[in-house]
């Protein structure tokens, strides 16, 4: 069973351009979750999706940041006109479903971003 | 959620126990106590999570106070695989249209495992 997968691992884009950052849970997983690490930070939450619907998407910033889970494919995480600031590591994970403290979220490897 | 503190850094010999402690005095009663690590260069992974019993599972052990205001997670045979920063988070286990789905990670402590 492959686990969390993302792409790209790393991707460098130049001020104000996009950035799509994509993520497959793993398999049976119905449930997505964004996270971001500024370098020397922990992990925070950025949103919160199931198929087709954003559940929780208090943790993104209100411009620029948008994401989506469609019945196919995998949830994107799209970033417009990029700033510096945006220069992170964003992490993915899912979970089988269901809004329990015993269910362990799997994480991808993440996709380190560089905005020059 | 509730507040976690851990120390920021620890270190440990290889194949010596190492006791990682997490302070949450203000943890609630529907709270679960979750560990997750990060490798260098790799997303979290979990590692063992618990209520109010000690736990034990195949990668680690976790100890929880009487009070459950602490407790600790238990290497019990320290490896280089196991440098890593090693996160205590608290997650309510009441879905009371909350968001206890969300995992708030502090800094964590930096585990180092000298050979």
């Known amino acids: 069973n492959a686990g969390v997968m993302q792409n790209p691992r790393h991707l460098v884009r130049r001020r104000g351009q996009e950035a799509r950052l994509r993520c497959s849970p793993m398999k049976g997983h119905s449930h997505v979750y964004w996270y971001r690490q500024l370098p020397e930070e922990g992990l925070k939450f950025m949103v919160y999706l199931q198929k087709e619907n954003i559940i929780d998407e208090s943790g993104m910033p209100k411009e620029r940041f948008s994401a989506e889970f469609p019945k196919e494919g995998p949830s994107i995480l799209r970033i417009q006109q990029v700033v510096r600031g945006d220069s992170a590591a964003y992490f993915c994970a899912s979970s089988p479903g269901g809004v329990s403290s015993y269910n362990e979220q799997f994480f991808g490897p993440g996709t380190r971003l560089t905005v020059l | 959620d509730a507040k976690t503190t851990q120390p920021n850094s620890m270190e440990s010999n290889e194949e010596e126990p190492v006791h990682l402690p997490c302070n949450h005095s203000?943890?609630?009663?529907?709270?679960?106590i979750h560990w997750y690590r990060q490798l260098p260069s790799q997303g979290p992974e979990y590692v063992i999570h618990?209520?109010?019993s000690n736990v034990n599972n195949r990668m680690a052990s976790l100890a929880i106070a009487e009070d459950r205001k602490s407790s600790t997670l238990i290497l019990h045979r320290a490896t280089l695989r196991d440098a890593a920063v090693y996160y205590c988070i608290l997650r309510d286990s009441v879905d009371s249209g909350g968001s206890n789905y969300k995992l708030t990670f502090g800094k964590g402590t930096l585990l180092t495992v000298n050979p």
């Open positions: 618990g209520l109010t």
């Open positions: 203000t943890i609630s009663g529907t709270d679960y």
